[in-house]
């Protein structure tokens, strides 16, 4: 999936499969990513939160 540059700051990711995404300038900062697969993803932001 191309999610570049998308505002995902309040997403609720929780097991999502984000497999092979690419997430170059995606806004993470306050997403639940509990048990999301960013498996061979591209740009995954460096502070991704757990909630």
């Not at 995902?8 to 092979?20: F, I, P, V």
């Not at 900062?29 to 048990?35: G, K, V, Y």
């Amino acid at each position: 999936a191309n999610l570049r540059g998308a505002d995902l700051s309040e997403a609720d990711l929780y097991k999502a499969d984000l497999t092979g995404a690419d997430l170059t300038g995606a806004d993470l900062s306050e997403a639940s990513t509990d048990s999301a697969d960013f498996t061979g993803a591209q740009g995954a932001p460096v502070a991704v939160k757990n909630k």
